[in-house]
Nanobody, 121 residues
């Protein structure tokens, strides 16, 4: 069982910044990839950013240049620095971790409970 604890959501004005963090715990051998997804009202959940164990990153086009993802492998933590926030960034943000429990196991996905980010204009 893997647990994810997210923090850092809240209400900000357009142009301001927020930082989200997520820490994983439980039966983990290796975390292959960590990331953030978001779901706005009436829309499907979609990619925000991911980062691999080796530090390779991938961003949604809508957040490139404004958001920065980082991770601390030793602490099993992933962070998302969000700058120049826009009202369109308003959504529930979910942490995602792809992990293995042994050297030979197939990777599994864990999801956080979600944290609300609201950006007012």
């Amino acid at each position: 069982q893997v647990q994810l604890v997210e923090s850092g959501g809240g209400l900000v004005q357009a142009g301001e910044s927020l930082k989200l963090s997520c820490t994983a715990s439980g039966s983990i051998f290796r975390i292959n990839r960590m990331g953030w997804y978001r779901q706005a009202p009436g829309k499907e959940r979609g990619l925000v950013a991911t980062i691999t164990f080796d530090g390779n990153t991938n961003y949604a086009d809508s957040v490139k240049g404004r958001f920065t993802i980082s991770r601390d492998n030793a602490k099993k933590t992933v962070s998302l620095q969000m700058d120049s926030l826009e009202p369109e960034d308003t959504a529930v943000y979910y942490c995602n971790v792809r992990y293995t429990t042994t050297r030979w196991s197939i990777p599994s996905d864990a999801w956080g409970q979600g944290t609300l980010v609201t950006v007012s204009s």
